[in-house]
Nanobody, 123 residues
Framework: VQLQASGGGLVQAGGSLRLSCANSKRTFSNNAVGWFRQAPGNERESVAVISWNGGDTYYADSVKGRFTVSRDRAKNTVYLQMNMLKADDTAVYYC?????????????????WGQGTQLTVSS
């Protein structure tokens, strides 16, 4: 059962966008959820992770202070609010459920990858 990321699009540098991650068929309320991104020619990298109850978060250095991860357990949805976007943020963004309830930023610890959503930031 895959998590589906949505909300991507084309944004000007300095703009904002919010991504959503959801799955209507299965709850992942007991799992940490992570956001990852992959730009052409690059490896998939972790962007942000939120623990099962939202109490702990992790951010990559490149997005600290600009991105905020949150979750609404009642809606079974995790969000990634992205502000002050830069051209370097251009990538396909994926979400996935961790095998853990706490924080891990390693892609190998995540399952249920969806197809991702494209974010393009124009400079």
């Amino acid at each position: 059962v895959q998590l589906q990321a949505s909300g991507g699009g084309l944004v000007q540098a300095g703009g904002s966008l919010r991504l959503s991650c959801a799955n209507s068929k299965r709850t992942f309320s007991n799992n940490a959820v992570g956001w990852f991104r992959q730009a052409p020619g690059n490896e998939r990298e972790s962007v942000a992770v939120i623990s099962w109850n939202g109490g702990d978060t992790y951010y990559a250095d490149s997005v600290k202070g600009r991105f905020t991860v949150s979750r609404d357990r009642a809606k079974n949805t995790v969000y990634l609010q992205m502000n002050m976007l830069k051209a370097d943020d251009t990538a396909v963004y994926y979400c996935a459920a961790s095998i853990y309830s706490g924080i891990s930023s390693q892609p190998r610890d995540f399952r249920s990858w969806g197809q991702g959503t494209q974010l393009t930031v124009s400079s």
